[in-house]
């Protein structure tokens, strides 16, 4: 993050998450992949795209899976299918949770820049 500061102060480590601009906090909302797209793809993490399935592991939710439908990169969350609360007037809302507390099942490849930033991960991870 900071760069240039011999001992890594917690406060400039926070101000820099907190004030961080939308295209540095894509990074945020990575998330640990399963198994199975861990040896395909030769990857341990991504972020966390609409359309992505998830599994939820902690929390109240723990086990729940499904698609992603949001992102808020602004607060940091993602928003998945089937979690909804009921408000006091009555409407239903999306539950937001934190992406570092899912794993991605199944990924969304339908953007073929994403697919090529996979193919370059892959070719990483086989060099190494």
């Given amino acids: 993050m900071a760069k240039g500061l011999?001992?890594?102060q917690p406060r400039k480590q926070r101000k820099e998450y907190f004030t961080a601009?939308?295209?540095?906090?894509?990074?945020?909302?990575s998330?640990?992949?399963?198994e199975e797209l861990r040896r395909e793809y030769g990857a341990r993490s991504l972020p966390v795209r609409k359309g992505d399935t998830v599994l939820i592991l902690r929390g109240d939710f723990k086990g729940h899976e499904g698609k992603?439908?949001?992102?808020d990169l602004k607060k940091v969350k993602i928003y998945v299918e089937g979690l909804?609360?009921?408000r006091a007037d009555g409407t239903q809302v999306f539950i937001p949770i934190h992406p570092s507390k899912v794993m991605?099942?199944?990924?969304?490849?339908?953007?073929?820049?994403r697919r090529r930033?996979?193919?370059?991960?892959?070719?990483?991870?086989?060099?190494a």
């Fill in 31 to 34: 998330a640990h992949l399963s």
């Fill in 6 to 8: 011999s001992p890594r």
């Fill in 117 to 127: 930033a996979l193919e370059r991960k892959k070719e990483v991870s086989a060099s």
């Fill in 84 to 86: 909804t609360r009921r």
């Fill in 68 to 71: 992603v439908t949001r992102v």
């Fill in 21 to 29: 601009p939308l295209h540095r906090r894509h990074k945020f909302v």
């Fill in 104 to 113: 991605i099942t199944k990924l969304d490849l339908s953007d073929e820049r």
